[in-house]
């Protein structure tokens, strides 16, 4: 797997997967009817942020990752970043994959730590893959998202030092 820097070209790879993973609702406090051009905006970033794609051995495009300053001023040395993998490619390492060279990218562009405000606690996967990497819940902001199918949940803040 070769984790590479994202183009204009692989956003109409993406976009089918992040639409049907933001419709969904099961995982991103996005909009469930979010349209393309906003999440493109959304996802496909700039300096200082960062978006990039984890591609098999044959191009094709299996995840995706946005990283980005998380606050800005004085906090500006906490990193943030969001994952989206074709739920296609499963169960293959590719979460793992981006998760590692995120925190990498981070340490490498001076970040001091790493957070994310809003992991579903029902993303069992994901909190999972998250501890894995050092991440600790930081605290849960109860029934903080509106599940589609198992009501309010909580919403955990993760945090790693870097």
Not at 39 to 65: H, K
Not at 85 to 97: F, N, S, T, Y
Not at 116 to 125: D, S
């Amino acid at each position: 797997m070769l984790i590479r820097e994202a183009t204009a070209g692989d956003w109409p790879v993406i976009w089918p997967f992040l639409r049907a993973i933001v419709a969904a609702g099961e995982t991103y406090t996005y909009p469930r009817d979010l349209d393309e051009a906003t999440a493109r905006e959304m996802w496909m970033l700039t300096a200082p942020g960062r978006t990039v794609v984890a591609v098999d051995e044959s191009g094709t495009v299996l995840g995706t990752a946005k990283m980005n300053p998380n606050h800005m001023g004085a906090a500006a040395h906490i990193a943030g970043a969001s994952f989206m993998v074709d739920p296609q490619c499963g169960g293959r390492g590719v979460g793992r994959a981006l998760g590692e060279y995120v925190l990498a990218w981070a340490r490498a562009e001076g970040y001091r730590a790493m957070q994310f405000n809003a992991v579903v606690e029902t993303n069992t996967g994901a909190v999972a893959l998250w501890e894995s990497l050092g991440f600790r819940i930081m605290t849960t902001l109860p029934e903080g998202f509106l599940h589609p199918t198992k009501g309010y949940v909580g919403l955990h803040i993760m945090y790693r030092q870097l």
